[in-house]
């Protein structure tokens, strides 16, 4: 069983292989920021809702409880929206599902419109073979032109690390 090197840089050594530990493997993460705490804001004003309905009626308390309980659960969620790929499972992080999902399932990343995108821009979709689609929230492209490169690039690196794990993910399984 040959072992799986990850290289360290400190600042006495310039680069120095370390074995990967089982706790933490090699994984390819993909997500923005920017809009992954735009998409957090956005969740925590909606999660006001509940007290803004609940002062109108006599359930103040309820209100702030299922706010309280709301801003728990999603603003958290909210800011890991994204990709990771490692050498067996691609997970995509939504809001309000995680999928878990063979890297020999998907087919490739793409740019698409969707229903979830209120702006019209495209977001980022999971292709899997058997032609399902699924949303990537948390990776959208900006509206600006100027400004879509970076999700592009983006996209680019992701297949790349797409085509790398499945070849990885072939040589694993037993012959």
């Given amino acids: 069983m040959c072992a799986r090197i990850r290289t360290v840089t400190s600042r006495r050594h310039v ?85 878990r999902i063979s890297v020999a399932d998907v087919e490739r990343f793409d740019f698409d419109y969707s229903w979830v995108n209120m702006w019209q821009n495209e977001i980022a979709v999971a292709q899997l073979n058997d032609q399902r689609r699924i949303v990537v929230t948390g990776l959208g492209l900006p509206r600006q032109r100027r400004l879509q490169r970076t999700g592009r690039q983006r996209l680019g690196r992701m297949n790349a690390a797409l085509r790398r794990r499945q070849h990885a993910h072939r040589m694993l399984q037993p012959r």
Avoid: K, M, Y
């Fill in 15 to 99: 680069r120095q292989p370390q074995p990967v530990s089982s706790r933490s493997p090699d994984r390819d993460t993909f997500l923005s920021w920017p809009q992954n705490v735009g998409n957090a804001v956005a969740v925590a004003v909606l999660c006001l809702a509940p007290t803004a309905v609940a002062a109108a009626t006599a359930g103040e308390s309820a209100g702030v409880v299922a706010t309280l309980v709301l801003l728990v659960w999603l603003v958290p969620r909210a800011l890991r929206l994204g990709v990771t790929l490692d050498d067996h499972i691609c997970t995509i992080r939504n809001v309000f599902r995680t999928h």
